[in-house]
């Protein structure tokens, strides 16, 4: 058995090299002067690093990132509570900082990065700050549909009309607020009733697991419509080019329920140990600094921030009529979940 | 021996005997890791408590909920049956026909596992959108799943001793009842271990099928994430429930025999029968599930690269990186699990018991959980009792070696059931420590199952997203959790490259598999024909 005796010793030794290796990994990168923030991130991470790199220049300070979806790094944060190694938390949508607020894991924003932003956009609190915004539209196919046939309210959507017409995806975050929307304006009897017809109306394809889905398979033309975020839009566009697009956005009427604004936003932890570093990257993200490198990304949000002007491709922010429907209503989304919960989308 | 074996047995082998009737140290280590592997159950538990019996109930008897239960079923059933008829098939294909190319088939059907999920369930949508359902989710996880059925009865297969098969074929039964009768009970407990992993996969499994339209009780489990991370993580007793009665029903079905070699003498290999003929059939079937299950993929990755307007093509330097760091994770995770599973191995086939058995089947239990449950309990666990280890490389590869335990353990146990216990003892009886015997005598005997568990793990490690995300070093990224920053962000022609790299890894062990037992079947076909008479068989 000589040559098996070889492998194990060539095995061992290779595993030897392989926890030597990796040993020296991680104790490396332990800082060598500067200070440096853990952020953990669930936007886009492109557009975060490029935000990242230009708040290093700026102030020295690094920025550790740990990327994942906003729901998993919610559980993470509230699993490791004061003993968490993260100091800001940048997330996709506002109901996540909502919940972490309400458990008292966020520490108070600075009064002057507050005031970057509107203050509709950010918790009542002071806890958590928004940073940028998404605006819900209808995506149709444009060889099978006109921009005059389709439907200008949201409850529209759920007329029998549209059966087989429609896709939905209702695990996606970005859908509550417009289940909220509605809710707080026609009540939470009509907007269950509006939901059933929804799930009429998109059955089979009342399950689309993400938006990036929806909006491909109305480009394809599987579908004829779809409810999503804007920059889900923009981004396929951005990926395969115009002319391979034979998809269109559609806004809804001025003030109508359907039409809200979505705020991604970003909040400090109370176990943060570098409190003031990370205050000072809230506000370089929500600083006119900031807020151009995320209008000029391709991440194809409203920057909200400092009167910066948005990526020129998207429609003017000064041109949105939405409706008033604002974070403070949105709260942690649990009238939301429960009506989907009730409608058997979820 | 010597004159005094009328009167007195020599001391070891007294030693031996005496041992025999206690427990042993195998049992408690075996059950310290049983425990280890089991600790994922405790957060569920805490969780149901916190949720509370009134949000689970309203959430889990709803009509939903009990139709997603009905499809996990279905889907299970039907994937199981068609994973373990291909997966054997191959296996039979590679191990017992004189096929061309034998080698390159071997790599090139274990490369299923290292499609990312998300790819082949895109793929196929992209493909047909219209083909949804429940034979479009079969499709796609029968796929990606048969290998883990392949591994494990190709390396019980290449154990096997033809010479059963050779008395039964003198005896008058024909090929098919010879394979029926003689050949699946050898490989029994490969394929019922392997079909055990496949269901328990299935059950934490989502990814791959949701883009399908397909729903099951695990999709539940992660929307209602979103909400109510508590009730998600109760949600998940069900799924262990299930999991329990799959475990149960093995032990009825698996009554498993002493399948190890007759012959003590020189161990003899089967011979790989010329297929004439059935040559080109087989190899076009061969390459038509290839096509199918790793072909189809790749030719979606490569139309992603084509299309895709966006020159961010990543730098090689980040590749690298992450093909580094997902090399050494998952190698260390590999042998971490195999290391792990060899007692448990050893202790649950030496001697069956009850207690054996139970603790045994226990470590399986944790494979029915969504990866980011066991994630975040490892969280919980290092966070409260061993918060220095928490993020560092030690709980990552910690993490690997729990979730995907089970595939090694199936593979060790193959193995281990077909060396046979009495060489050991003759090694004792002839004077040698146990160290010893085991080093010289049964490690060898059990190389090929610790080589094809190392194979497994590290392929599957080498795609495992959800727990990466959690516990990995911050900052630290592997090819999957790069891939998956890119492909969320409908990034897909950037996210592709490292799809790719992750595929093209996947040969790594396949060729070695391949090759090592090459080189242990030249070597023993030359013992062979130095011990057998020539005139009486034809050269090979």
């Known amino acids: 058995m000589g040559h098996m005796n070889d492998a194990v010793r060539c095995l061992a030794a290779g595993v030897v090299t392989a926890l030597l290796a990796t040993g020296c990994s991680t104790g490396s990168g332990s800082g ?157 009897a009509k907007a269950l009733t509006w939901l059933k017809g929804l799930k009429s109306n998109a059955a089979p394809n009342d399950t689309i697991p993400d938006n990036e889905t929806v909006v491909s398979d109305v480009n394809k033309g599987t579908n004829d419509m779809g409810l999503i975020n804007h920059y889900y839009f923009y981004r396929l566009q951005a990926e395969i080019g115009k002319p391979a697009m034979h998809a269109a956005l559609s806004f809804f009427a001025p003030h109508d329920p359907g039409y809200v604004l979505d705020i ?83 | 021996m010597t004159s005094s074996t009328a009167t007195a047995t020599p001391a070891p082998l007294r030693a031996l005997r005496a041992r025999r009737g206690r427990a042993g140290w195998l049992v408690y280590v075996s ?32 009509a939903r909920s009990q139709r997603l239960l009905v499809n996990t079923v279905e889907l299970s059933v039907v994937v199981v049956t068609a994973a373990a008829v291909l997966g054997t098939a191959a296996a039979w294909c590679t191990e017992r026909c004189a096929l061309p190319l034998r080698r390159l088939w071997t790599v090139l059907l274990v490369l299923p596992i290292a499609v990312p999920d998300f790819v082949a369930g895109y793929a196929w949508h992209s493909i047909r959108p219209t083909f949804t359902g429940l034979w479009a989710a079969a499709l796609v996880m029968t796929l990606s799943t048969y290998p883990l059925i392949y591994l494990p009865v190709a390396a019980a297969l290449r154990r096997a ?109 089967a011979r790989r029968r010329r297929l004439g003929y059935a040559t080109a059939p087989v190899l076009a079937a061969l390459s038509a599930l290839i096509a199918l299950a790793v072909g189809v993929p790749i030719g979606t990755l ?58 045994e089947r226990s470590t399986y239990l944790t494979q029915s959980l969504p990866g980011v449950v066991i994630a975040l309990s490892l969280v919980f666990f290092s966070i ?7 993020q560092t490389s030690l709980l990552l590869v910690a993490a690997y ?69 959690v516990l990995a070093p911050t900052g630290v990224h592997t090819l999957a959790t790069q891939f998956w920053a890119y492909q969320s962000e409908a990034a897909y022609g950037a996210a592709a490259p490292y799809a790719l790299v992750i595929i093209a890894l996947a040969a790594l062990p396949g060729a070695l598999l391949g090759l090592w037992f090459d080189r242990e079947r030249y070597s023993r076909l030359a013992t062979e024909q130095y011990s057998r008479p020539a005139a009486l068989e034809p050269a090979t």
């Open chain 1, 32 to 188: 060598s002067g500067s200070q440096t923030i853990t952020l953990y991130n669930a936007q886009h991470e492109q557009t975060t690093d490029a935000l990242i790199t230009a708040f290093t220049q700026q102030t020295g300070i690094k920025v550790k990132v740990r990327s994942d979806g906003e729901d998993v790094l919610t559980a993470q944060l509230e699993q490791e509570g004061s003993k968490s190694p993260a100091d800001v938390f940048y997330t996709e949508n506002s109901p996540w900082l909502a919940q972490l607020d309400q458990k008292h894991l966020l520490a108070p924003i600075d009064a002057a990065t507050l005031q970057q932003v509107p203050s509709t956009d950010s918790a009542s609190t002071g806890d958590w700050i928004g940073v940028s915004a998404r605006v819900s539209v209808l995506v149709y196919d444009t060889d099978k549909l006109k921009a005059s046939q389709l439907p200008t309210s949201i409850l529209d959507l759920a007329d029998p009309q549209w059966r087989g017409k429609l896709e939905l995806a209702p695990a996606e975050t970005d859908f509550w607020p417009i289940v909220s929307s509605v809710a707080k304006a026609y009540g939470d």
């Open chain 1, 264 to 346: 991604s936003g970003a909040g400090i932890l109370k176990s943060s140990k570098h409190e003031a570093a990370a205050q000072k990257f809230v506000a370089f993200l929500t600083s006119a600094a900031g807020q151009t490198i995320l209008a000029h990304s391709d991440s194809f949000e409203y920057p909200i921030g400092d009167h910066v002007a948005a990526n020129p491709e998207l429609p003017p922010f000064a041109s949105l009529l939405p409706n008033s429907f604002s974070v403070a209503d949105l709260g942690t989304g649990d009238d939301a979940k429960t009506l989907l919960q009730e409608a058997q989308l979820l």
């Open chain 2, 31 to 62: 059950i310290v890791i049983a425990l280890g592997l089991l600790s994922p159950l405790v957060l569920v538990g805490l969780d149901a408590r916190q949720a509370g019996w009134t949000e689970i109930h309203r959430v889990l008897f709803r």
């Open chain 2, 161 to 269: 001793d033809p010479g059963v098969d050779e008395v039964a074929r003198s005896l008058g039964l024909g090929r098919a009842a010879t394979f029926m009768r003689v050949t699946v009970p050898q490989i029994r407990p490969a394929l019922i271990g392997g079909s055990l992993v496949v269901i328990l996969t299935l059950l934490s499994e989502y990814g791959a099928f949701e883009i399908v339209h397909f729903q099951t009780f695990t999709t539940e489990i992660f929307t209602e994430f979103q909400f109510d991370q508590a009730a998600a993580s109760a949600l998940s007793v069900p799924l262990v429930l299930l999991g329990l009665l799959v475990l149960t029903g093995e032990s009825r079905i698996g009554r498993r025999g002493r399948v190890s070699r007759t012959a003590s003498a020189a161990a003899r290999l």
């Open chain 2, 302 to 359: 490569i139309y992603w690269m084509q299309r895709s307007e966006r020159s961010t093509l990543p730098a090689a330097a980040t590749v690298g990186k992450a093909t580094w760091a997902t090399v050494d994770y998952s190698a260390l995770g590999a042998v971490v699990a195999v290391a792990l599973a060899l007692p448990i191995a050893i202790m649950a086939v030496r001697r069956t018991s009850t207690a054996r058995r139970l603790i």
């Open chain 2, 384 to 390: 409260r009792y061993a918060y220095p280890l928490y």
């Open chain 2, 401 to 469: 070696a729990i979730l995907h335990f089970p595939l090694a353990l199936v593979c060790v146990k193959v193995s281990v059931v077909q060396a046979p216990p009495r060489l050991g003892d003759i090694g004792r009886s002839l004077g040698r420590g146990p160290a010893a015997v085991f080093a010289r005598v049964t490690l060898p005997l059990i190389a090929p199952g610790l080589l094809a568990g190392f194979c497994l793990v590290f392929l599957t490690a080498t795609t495992e997203l959800t727990a990466t995300l």
